[in-house]
C-alpha cells in the first residue's frame, strides 16, 4: 500500500516555465513533508520540507503549498531551468516512528532549453 | 566531511548467493537506514536503526539482515540472493534529537546490485 501518491509520473517543461508536482496522503498523523531531488546516479538529497502549521514555504524558485483538509502537498518550480531536470521525491512522516520517511514513487522532470 | 559512504557501487550475484552491502557515515548520526529503490515504486525503507546495538524492521524486510554494532557503521546482508533483490540501495542516516523530531535524511551514493 502506496503511503504517498505522487503525479505525475514525468513532466517535461519549457526554460523559465512552472513545474507543478502533486502529492496525496491519506494518514493524519503525518506531521513533517519533505521534498527531495535526485540526479541521476546520485542519492536523493532533500530540497524542501514543510510541517502542516503553515500552508506555504518558499525557498528561492521552490515552494511548497500545502492543504491539510485535502491532505494534499505539492511542490511549484518557478521559471524552471535546465539544471533542474532530475527526480523528485515527496515524503511523509510522523513522530515517534523511529523516523521513518515514507516516499511517493517519483516524478521525472525534464526541461527543455 | 566524506557524509555517507556506500561500497560496492555496482555488484553482479548469481541466485542463491550472499553479499553484505557496506555502509559508513562520519556525521556521528545517531539514525541510520536502509531502502531500496525500484523503477516506479519510489524508495522503500528496509531496516533503520535508532542507535548502535538498536535496529528495526522498516515496510520490505524480507530477506535482509542488519546490525549496528557502532554508531558509524550499518552494513546489509542479503542471504541466498534472489533476482527479487535486483534494486538499487541507498543508505542514509540523520540526527534526531528526540521523539517528534524529524530530521533531514542524508544518502549515499547507492548501490546498484543485479542477481541473475
Known amino acids: 500500500q502506496q503511503q504517498v501518491k505522487q503525479s505525475p509520473q514525468s513532466l517535461i517543461v519549457q526554460k523559465g516555465g512552472i513545474s507543478i508536482i502533486n502529492c496525496a496522503y491519506e494518514?493524519?498523523?503525518?506531521?513533517?513533508f519533505p521534498w527531495y531531488q535526485q540526479f541521476p546516479g546520485k542519492g536523493p538529497a532533500l530540497l524542501i520540507a514543510?510541517?502542516?502549521?503553515?500552508s506555504e514555504k518558499k525557498e528561492g524558485r521552490f515552494t511548497i503549498s500545502f492543504n491539510k483538509s485535502a491532505k494534499q502537498f505539492s511542490l511549484h518550480i518557478m521559471d524552471s531551468q535546465p539544471g533542474d531536470s532530475a527526480t523528485y521525491f515527496c515524503?511523509?512522516?510522523?513522530?515517534?516512528?523511529?523516523?521513518?520517511?515514507?516516499f511517493g514513487t517519483g516524478t521525472s522532470l525534464t526541461v527543455i532549453p | 566531511n566524506a557524509g555517507v559512504t556506500q561500497t560496492p557501487k555496482f555488484r553482479i550475484l548469481k541466485i542463491g548467493q550472499s553479499m553484505t552491502l557496506q555502509c559508513t557515515q562520519d556525521m556521528n548520526h545517531n539514525y541510520m537506514y536502509w531502502y531500496r529503490q525500484d523503477p516506479g515504486m519510489g524508495l522503500k525503507l528496509i531496516y533503520y536503526s535508532v542507535g548502535a546495538g538498536i535496529t528495526d524492521k522498516g515496510e520490505v524486510p524480507n530477506g535482509y539482515n542488519v546490525s549496528r554494532s557502532t554508531t558509524e557503521d550499518f552494513p546489509l546482508r542479503l542471504e541466498l540472493a534472489a533476482p527479487s533483490q535486483t534494486s538499487v540501495y541507498f543508505c542514509?542516516?540523520?540526527?534526531?534529537?528526540?521523539?517528534?523530531?524529524?530530521?533531514?535524511?542524508?544518502f549515499g551514493s547507492g548501490t546498484q546490485l543485479s542477481v541473475l
Open positions: 494518514n493524519t498523523a503525518f506531521d513533517y
Open positions: 515524503a511523509a512522516s510522523m513522530r515517534g516512528t523511529g523516523n521513518q520517511f515514507y
Open positions: 514543510i510541517r502542516p502549521d503553515v
Open positions: 542514509a542516516s540523520s540526527y534526531a534529537t528526540g521523539v517528534g523530531t524529524n530530521e533531514k535524511l542524508f
